[in-house]
């Protein structure tokens, strides 16, 4: 059975943003804990840039990829920006293939941010 499981690290005051750490797989067994947990983080979420650290998701289906994008258009509604830090090139692929690269800035570092 998939899992996923979220690091939220201390955030980076200098440069005002907090990287949440993914490791596993975002699919319909693994999206509702992940609002959940998801969730939490939105509403108490204080510095500029949510960073979501894809390193080690190892797969994403379609409705992982359109929380992806609410959650970007939730928090920029509010005036808080979104990256990916770290995407595996299979997910990359992923992304340039449905676009979402065009919508949310993917970085390969934390100093890129």
Known sequence: MASIELTKKDPNTEK???VISFKGEIDR?????????????????????LVLDLENLTFINSEGIGYLTDIFNRMNS?????????????????FQLVGINQIIPCVNDESEI
């Open 78 to 94: 509010i005036g808080k920006k979104v990256a990916v830090l770290k995407a595996s090139d299979r997910i990359m692929d992923i």
């Open 16 to 18: 005002n943003y907090q």
């Open 29 to 49: 067994d693994t999206i509702e804990n992940l609002r959940t947990e998801m969730e939490q983080i939105i509403i108490s979420f204080q510095p500029g840039t």
